[in-house]
Nanobody, 121 residues
Framework: QVQLVESGGGLVQHGGSLRLACAVSGSIFVISDMGWYRQAPGKQREQVAR???????DYADSVKGRFTISRDNAKNTVYLQMNSLKPEDSAVYSC???????????????WGQGTQVIVAS
């Protein structure tokens, strides 16, 4: 129906940068909110950043000034540019998209499979 595929995770040194991408495909009528979440071992999943279809963004306090979320509506893709990475940023990062599936009246949340980010100290 709708698939989200993330890419861009990996191992990076403290202070380094990574760019995550999440491409949405399938029976898409419209995508409203898109966001990135992360979950570290033994911790609850937390919202990292969110962007509306109008381009309004929201960030967790822990990443403000270091991470930037953006989207390319023509490509149905959301990005997360992560700079000045810290070991505490290590987690599995997952994208989420609110999608109105073709032929349905309401948006449904879809999730990607997650991509691992490891920041070495």
């Amino acid at each position: 129906q709708v698939q989200l595929v993330e890419s861009g995770g990996g191992l990076v040194q403290h202070g380094g940068s990574l760019r995550l991408a999440c491409a949405v495909s399938g029976s898409i009528f419209v995508i409203s909110d898109m966001g990135w979440y992360r979950q570290a071992p033994g911790k609850q999943r937390e919202q990292v950043a969110r962007i509306t279809d109008a381009g309004i963004t929201d960030y967790a306090d822990s990443v403000k000034g270091r991470f930037t979320i953006s989207r390319d509506n023509a490509k149905n893709t959301v990005y997360l540019q992560m700079n000045s990475l810290k070991p505490e940023d290590s987690a599995v990062y997952s994208c989420r998209a609110l999608v109105v599936v073709t032929g349905t009246p309401f948006p449904t949340a879809f999730w990607g499979q997650g991509t691992q980010v490891i920041v070495a100290s």
